[in-house]
C-alpha cells in the first residue's frame, strides 16, 4: 500500500476514536447535569409541599441557571409550574400566570395547571376587591384586567370592574382601552334574579339559583319569580363618550353617544350627554333641539328649562328665553338663577334706550321723546321688581338680587324700598 494510503488509513482511526471518546464525556457530562438539574428542582418541590414558600423560592433562584438550562421538557415544565405556584403565593400574579400559561396544554400538567390557574383567578380578585376597598384603584383595575385575561368567557365580568375602577381612579386613557374591549364584544352583563315569596310572612326576598330550584317544589314559597338586571351596555357606551369628550376628543364623543343613543334612544342621560358635547362645541341650535327632545322624556325638569331659557337668549330669542325662565321658575321655585337670569334678560332692553336717550338733543321735540324713553326705562325697572322681590323673600341673603333691587329703587326714586335694601345688603356684608 502506497505510503500516504497508509497515512490517511491511520488519521482516520485515531479521529473516530477520538470521537468516540469525546461523545461518551460528553453523555457523561449531560447525564450529570440531568441528575443535578432534577436534584435541585425536587429539592425546591420538596420545600413547596411543605409550605416553605420563601425557602423554595430562594433554592430556585439560586439554581436558575442549572434548571434552565434543562434540554428535558419534562423538567423545564415542572419548573415553570413550581414558579407559577410560588409567584401566586407571593402575590406576584402577573409572573404566576406567565409561567403557568406556558405549561397549561402540556399532558401530564394539564389538570394540575387548570387548578392553579383558578386559584390564580380567585387570588387576583380577592386582592382587587381589597385594593379597591383601599380605594387602590389602579392596582385593583389592573388585577381584574388580569383576572379577565385568564379566562376572557368566563372572567368577562372583571373587565367591566376594571373599567369601573379605572374610572374612580380618573385615569381615563385605561378606562377607555377597558371599554372599548366591552364595546367590541357587545358584554351586556345581564344577571337573572330570583325572587319567592314566603307564605308564612308574606315577604319577599331574592335567593339564589339553587334555592329557587329547592323552593319552586315547597309549598312554604309562592310567586316565584325571575327577574332579569338592565343591559350594561348602553352604560358602557355612554362611558366611552364621556370620556372621549373629557379628553377632548369631541368628534369621537359625538360618534360615540350616537352609538349609545341607538342602542337606548330613551335614555335621557344620553340625550343630555350629546347635547353637552355640543354646547362646548359652540352648536348651540343642536344643543336646543337636543334639551327639547329630552324635555319630552322629563317635562318636569326646571333645569332643562332653565338651560333653554340661556341658550335661547345667546340665539337672540328672547321671547322664547323669558318664557323658560319663567317655566324653570314655575317648576323649581327656588331656582334662584333662573330668577337673576330672568331679571338680567329684562335689563337688555335698558341699554337700548339709555343708548337712544343719550343720542337726543334738547328740542322740544326730543324733550318729548326723552320723557317717552325715560317712562320706558322705568317700566323695565318696574317690571323687575317683583321677581327680585320673590327672590329675596326665599333668599334674603342672595346679594346679587338685593344689590339689583337696591340699585332699581334708586334709580325710580324709592327711597324706602333703597333704603330697605341698603340695609340688608350691610347685615349679610357685614
Known amino acids: 500500500m502506497p505510503l500516504m494510503a497508509r497515512i490517511l488509513n491511520k488519521s482516520t482511526h485515531i479521529n473516530i476514536q477520538t470521537m468516540k471518546q469525546l461523545f461518551t464525556l460528553f453523555l457523561g457530562l449531560v447525564l450529570t447535569m440531568g441528575s443535578a438539574q432534577k436534584k435541585e428542582l425536587k429539592q425546591a418541590q420538596k420545600l413547596f409541599k411543605a409550605s416553605k414558600i420563601s425557602e423554595a423560592s430562594a433554592s430556585l433562584k439560586a439554581n436558575q441557571a442549572l434548571i434552565e ?34 405549561v397549561q396544554t402540556t399532558a401530564s400538567l394539564k389538570d394540575l395547571a387548570a387548578t392553579e390557574l383558578r386559584l390564580l383567578t380567585s387570588d387576583i380578585v380577592n386582592t382587587a376587591i381589597k385594593q379597591s376597598e383601599e380605594k387602590e384603584f389602579i392596582l385593583s383595575a389592573k388585577n381584574l384586567f388580569l383576572a379577565y385575561t385568564i379566562d376572557n368567557l368566563a ?84 362611558n366611552i363618550a364621556l370620556i372621549y369628550n373629557s379628553l377632548g376628543q369631541k368628534e369621537k364623543a359625538i360618534t360615540a353617544v350616537q352609538d349609545a343613543r341607538k342602542a337606548n334612544p330613551g335614555d335621557i342621560g344620553l340625550i343630555l350627554t350629546e347635547a353637552n358635547i355640543y354646547i362646548e362645541l359652540d352648536e348651540k341650535e343642536r344643543y336646543q333641539d337636543l334639551i327639547i327632545e329630552a324635555l319630552a322624556q322629563d317635562p318636569n325638569n326646571a333645569t332643562l328649562y332653565f338651560n333653554l331659557g340661556v341658550v335661547s337668549g345667546d340665539l337672540g330669542d328672547k321671547v322664547k328665553s323669558r318664557e323658560f325662565y319663567q317655566k324653570a321658575i314655575e317648576l323649581d321655585a327656588t331656582m334662584s338663577n333662573a330668577y337673576l337670569n330672568l331679571v338680567a334678560l329684562i335689563l337688555q332692553d335698558e341699554a337700548v334706550i339709555v343708548e337712544q336717550m343719550n343720542s ?64 340688608l345688603e350691610e347685615k349679610y356684608q357685614q
Do not use: W
Not at 222 to 231: G, I, L, P, V, Y
Not at 369 to 387: A, S
Open 360 to 423: 337726543l338733543t334738547n328740542s322740544r321735540a326730543d324733550n318729548v321723546k326723552y320723557d317717552k324713553l325715560k317712562k320706558q326705562r322705568e317700566g323695565i325697572y318696574i317690571e323687575c321688581v317683583p321677581i327680585l322681590k320673590d327672590l329675596i323673600a326665599l333668599d334674603d341673603s342672595n346679594l346679587d338680587a338685593i344689590k339689583t333691587l337696591k340699585n332699581i329703587y334708586g334709580t325710580i326714586g324709592d327711597n324706602d324700598g333703597f333704603k330697605a335694601m341698603k340695609a
Open 155 to 238: 372572567n368577562v365580568d372583571y373587565l367591566y370592574y376594571a373599567a369601573t375602577n379605572a374610572v374612580n381612579a380618573n385615569d381615563y386613557p385605561l378606562a377607555l382601552e377597558y371599554y372599548l374591549l366591552l364595546k367590541e364584544i357587545k358584554y351586556e352583563g345581564v344577571v337573572t334574579k330570583y325572587f319567592v315569596t314566603e307564605v308564612a310572612t308574606g315577604e319577599e326576598r331574592e335567593v339564589s339559583n339553587t334555592e329557587y330550584t329547592i323552593f319552586l317544589k315547597s309549598k312554604d314559597y309562592t310567586n316565584h319569580r325571575e327577574e332579569d338586571t338592565a343591559s350594561k351596555y348602553p352604560e358602557i357606551v355612554k
Open 69 to 102: 438550562s434543562a434540554n428535558d421538557e419534562k423538567i423545564s415544565d415542572q419548573y415553570r409550574l413550581l414558579l407559577g405556584q410560588i409567584a401566586r403565593l407571593e402575590e406576584n400574579y402577573q409572573a404566576s400566570y406567565d409561567n403557568l400559561l406556558l
